[in-house]
């Protein structure tokens, strides 16, 4: 099977958990591993960071010039109108990368989706519809683009979510994660927002958080 490429940053002893992490419309795999370091946690949680890079499409908001992409862009209105097969496309290809973890011996149940902006969208369609139960989501600046149509599987109904968002956001308006919220929520799930005094950026007290937050899902499954 043909894998995204990714770069993976590997703990100093055997992995025993894993963190797949998803960037933004035109970035890379890159774009956060920069942030791994930032990331400190206990020695008990061996994490293996994955950071794929999406493939390079044409995308339409942007002239129809080529840039990594996870899906089109086709009009930037609020709710965005998008490339919807696009973007299952890449869910599939993201969901392949969980099932490499499980195959590389890691339990599902210490697995973590985190996605940011485009990412986001993706993240949030891959870990509720895995057939297998996760650690954990956590969105980033984001929207839940396929919230009217998602079918999460049963054994992600009680996933736990991390929504995180900038009050003064001029991309991706706080709205929509305030929207990803009540789409969860309908859903049965209890997700958690936290709420930053930042524009279209992750900070350093968000990253502050992600960590608290990775300890804790790794922390409720510790035994798989």
């Not at 396929?146 to 308006?173: C, F, M, R, W």
């Not at 309908?186 to 300890?215: C, F, M, W």
Request: a negative charge; charged letters at 15%; proline letters at 7%.
């Amino acid at each position: 099977m043909t894998y995204l490429p990714c770069v993976e940053i590997e703990p100093k002893q055997a992995a025993n958990a894993s963190v797949i992490w998803l960037h933004g419309l035109g970035a890379n795999g890159h774009d956060f591993a920069p942030v791994v370091p930032m990331i400190s946690l206990p020695v008990e949680h061996q994490v293996r960071y994955v950071f794929p890079h999406a493939p390079e499409i044409k995308v339409t908001i942007n002239n129809g010039y080529k840039m990594p992409a996870w899906y089109d862009i086709l009009e930037m209105t609020l709710e965005r109108k998008i490339d919807m097969s696009g973007l299952m496309t890449s869910v599939e290809q993201v969901q392949q990368l969980i099932q490499r973890e499980i195959d590389r011996g890691i339990e599902s149940e210490r697995i973590i989706v985190a996605g940011f902006s485009q990412g986001g969208a993706v993240a949030y369609q891959s870990a509720l519809t895995f057939a297998k139960p996760l650690a954990g989501l956590m969105v980033m600046s984001s929207y839940f683009a396929t919230a009217k149509t998602i079918e999460p599987h049963q054994n992600n109904l009680t996933l736990p979510v991390h929504i995180y968002h900038g009050s003064a956001d001029p991309v991706v308006a706080e709205s929509l994660g305030l929207d990803a919220v009540k789409y969860l929520e309908a859903l049965g799930y209890k997700p958690n927002y936290s709420r930053y005094p930042a524009e279209h950026t992750v900070t350093p007290q968000q990253l502050n958080d992600i960590s608290q937050h990775i300890k804790q899902f790794l922390t409720t499954n510790m035994d798989g």
